[in-house]
């Protein structure tokens, strides 16, 4: 896959020029360009994208209007389709957008409204989620009461970026300090784009709500819990993956908020297969349950791998596996193989390893097996 670096390109900077060119008169086209292609091939993709806007700062006029006026007929003309296409010379779109949201972020704040309306039309053609948050950091409730007028919005990008702009651990982004204390202030945005008809913004609520959970657990399997009443298939997709790290963790109010209760079941007879694991095979392990129940249970199965540190310390580490439905009082054997091969995200050490399971959240006793390095 070739790197995203890439498409901040010399043919990119190029068409920048191009339409830059197309608004200014007296602009110096190979002046702008030479000194940005000669420093391109050196820098990673946040770098290029600061470079042009930068060079881009320095182009525009200071006087704020007619700046945002240029920025603004650099644009492609489709504001529905484009946000996934290549620049044309019919305007910017797609990663050619990011240097001039980045110009508006940097340096719009004294503007404040007239930023973020064209931060609005900017995102229809990209994303504007990085550079609508230093507006958050200067003016929180000025911004959300802004934003909060987009949830209905008919450009999906727009409604999107009311979620993906406040998230307040986004990725690449500035953090949000103030939302990373006390979320509230955006809860009112997610509950209006809960039920979104686009999967693409209710993907972006599920994403923001994991990043609340992992400050706010209790808050945010609250939410799951009243967000479950009369939620539709769609919905209750977006709180399973807004409470994936919870789930994960065994959070009980949230796995309460599925139905899933603490199992009433025996000890779990766990077993593994063989004990001694060579390197690039795996770990082959069955488990007997027994349903102690007088009704029906849903168990929601995952199993813990404790693997050995260089240090000799264990670490663990958490797998799906699946969910079943015990009968009352019924008895099932379930098997599992667990690979165990060369990743790029773990080293592995010789020695003594542990397994175990985490049935609706509640941990069992674990069993060892003994990992040979060839």
């Known amino acids: 896959m070739e790197p995203f670096k890439n498409a901040i390109s010399p043919a990119l900077v190029n068409l920048i020029a191009f339409h830059l060119g197309r608004q200014l008169p007296a602009f110096d086209r190979a002046s702008f360009v030479a000194p940005l292609l000669e420093r391109l091939p050196a820098l990673e993709l946040k770098q290029r994208v600061r470079l042009i806007a930068d060079a881009l700062h320095e182009a525009l006029p200071s006087e704020v209007g007619s700046r945002h006026r240029i920025m603004a007929a650099m644009l492609h003309p489709d504001d529905e389709t484009r946000a996934n296409w290549e620049s044309t010379e019919d305007g910017l779109c797609g990663w050619g957008v990011w240097p001039l949201t980045h110009v508006v972020g940097e340096h719009g704040l004294a503007d404040f409204d007239a930023s973020l309306h064209l931060l609005r039309e900017m995102t229809k053609r990209f994303t504007a989620e990085f550079d609508v948050r230093p507006f958050l950091v200067q003016d929180q409730q000025r911004a959300i009461g802004l934003m909060a007028t987009w949830v209905d919005d008919p450009n999906e990008h727009v409604r999107r970026l009311v979620s993906e702009g406040t998230r307040p651990r986004l990725p690449w982004g500035l953090r949000l300090n103030a939302l990373i204390q006390d979320p509230r202030p955006v809860l009112p945005l997610l509950q209006a784009l809960r039920d979104d008809p686009s999967d693409y913004v209710r993907r972006s609520v599920a994403n923001h709500l994991n990043d609340i959970a992992k400050d706010h657990p209790d808050l945010v399997a609250a939410l799951a819990h009243d967000w479950m009443e009369g939620a539709s298939p769609e919905r209750i997709k977006l709180i399973r993956h807004a409470c994936r790290t919870l789930i994960k963790q065994g959070d009980a109010a949230t796995l309460a908020a599925f139905g899933l209760k603490p199992p009433d079941i025996r000890r779990p007879d766990l077993q593994i297969i063989q004990p001694d694991v060579t390197f690039g095979e795996g770990v082959d392990f069955e488990v007997v349950l027994q349903s102690t129940s007088q009704g029906e249970q849903r168990l929601m199965l995952d199993y813990v791998v404790q693997f050995k540190k260089a240090n000799g310390s264990l670490a663990p580490k958490?797998?799906?596996?699946?969910?079943?439905?015990?009968?009352?009082?019924?008895?099932?054997?379930?098997?599992?193989?667990?690979?165990?091969?060369?990743?790029?995200?773990?080293?592995?050490?010789?020695?003594?390893?542990?397994?175990?399971?985490?049935?609706?959240?509640h941990d069992f006793e674990q069993a060892d097996f003994n990992l040979v390095m060839p």
Do not use: D
């Open 318 to 361: 958490v797998f799906k596996w699946t969910t079943i439905t015990l009968q009352p009082n019924e008895r099932r054997m379930l098997r599992r193989h667990h690979a165990i091969r060369p990743i790029t995200t773990r080293r592995y050490y010789p020695g003594g390893h542990g397994l175990s399971l985490r049935i609706n959240g």
